[in-house]
């Protein structure tokens, strides 16, 4: 009931959309993959170790490196998406105003008005995305750039 005090109702459908996309992704293999790409980093460190202690200090001292782009990107998806969601939100709750009163909205000439606010609504969204899609692409630069840097730092 609180939920109705501080948010816009119109938004309800749009926000259970999303919400349900956000489950379905944590459902999909990721953790799996997660758990694998961490046993592979485990498993290298200690063959690196193993036979050569010295590239295994440089892997070692590389590693933040890829722990940068990693904690970049993660940001970016988490915290990003909540200013994506909020302006889908947004232009769900205007859509679902003006279909629902179409009849006034049309009597009244409102439609252009409507539409404009439905465009900066989507216009909010879309910046929004763009900057999560940039964040993401320097934390994958920095992520695929690291192996060159433990080479070129190895050699």
């Not at 490196?65 to 998406?81: D, E, I, P, R, T």
């Not at 003006?98 to 969204?125: F, I, N, P, Q």
């Amino acid at each position: 009931i609180g939920w109705y005090d501080t948010n816009n109702p119109l938004q309800l459908s749009t926000r259970i959309g999303e919400g349900l996309k956000t489950i379905e992704e944590a459902l999909s293999p990721k953790a799996v993959i997660l758990f694998e790409w961490l046993a592979m980093a485990v498993t290298g460190w200690v063959l690196c170790f193993t036979y050569e202690w010295r590239v295994a200090l440089v892997i070692l001292a590389c590693s933040p490196l890829v722990l940068l782009g990693g904690a970049l990107m993660g940001y970016a998806q988490l915290n990003g998406q909540k200013s994506v969601v909020d302006g889908y939100a947004e232009a769900g709750a205007i859509a679902t105003e003006v279909l629902g009163a179409v009849r006034t909205v049309a009597s009244l000439g409102l439609e252009t008005l409507s539409a404009s606010r439905y465009d900066a609504a989507l216009h909010k969204a879309q910046r929004a995305g763009i900057k999560v899609s940039l964040l993401v692409g320097l934390g994958m630069a920095i992520l695929f750039s690291s192996p060159n840097v433990m080479m070129g730092a190895g050699l």
